[in-house]
């Protein structure tokens, strides 16, 4: 069993910066893969970003790569998402997710944070 917990979300203006940051409590956090996703009102969860549980592998959709990065601390069971030049479309809920297996799809993660929301304003 995971547990996870975001934070760092909030309201920033335009071309800012956010690190979101998501802490595991368990102790198959260092042998699970990370995943970040986002979620408007209406629409499905997206995927963002996911890492590999010794970071070796990272993958990002195409509308953050160059603007975001993933990162992993297992010593500290906690996942980051840099978020630089923030735009206002990547205002979102932003959820972080376990897996076993590196995926961009949500059905391939077994368990939730509760979500952040970020706010960009223009």
């Known amino acids: 069993q995971v547990q996870l917990v975001e934070s760092g979300g909030g309201l920033v203006q335009a071309g800012g910066s956010l690190r979101l940051s998501c802490t595991a409590s368990?102790?198959?956090?260092?042998?699970?893969?990370m995943g970040w996703f986002r979620q408007t009102p209406g629409k499905e969860r997206e995927f963002v970003a996911a890492?590999?549980?010794?970071?070796?592998?990272?993958d990002y959709a195409d509308f953050v790569k160059g603007r975001f990065t993933i990162s992993r601390d297992n010593a500290e069971n906690t996942v980051y998402l840099r978020m630089n030049s923030l735009k206002p479309e990547d205002t979102a809920v932003y959820f972080c997710?376990?897996?076993?297996?590196?995926?961009?799809?949500?059905?391939?993660?077994?368990?939730w944070g509760q979500g952040t929301q970020v706010s960009v304003s223009s």
């Open positions: 997710a376990a897996s076993a297996l590196i995926s961009r799809y949500a059905s391939g993660y077994n368990y």
């Open positions: 368990g102790r198959t956090f260092s042998r699970s893969t």
């Open positions: 890492i590999s549980w010794n970071g070796g592998s990272k």
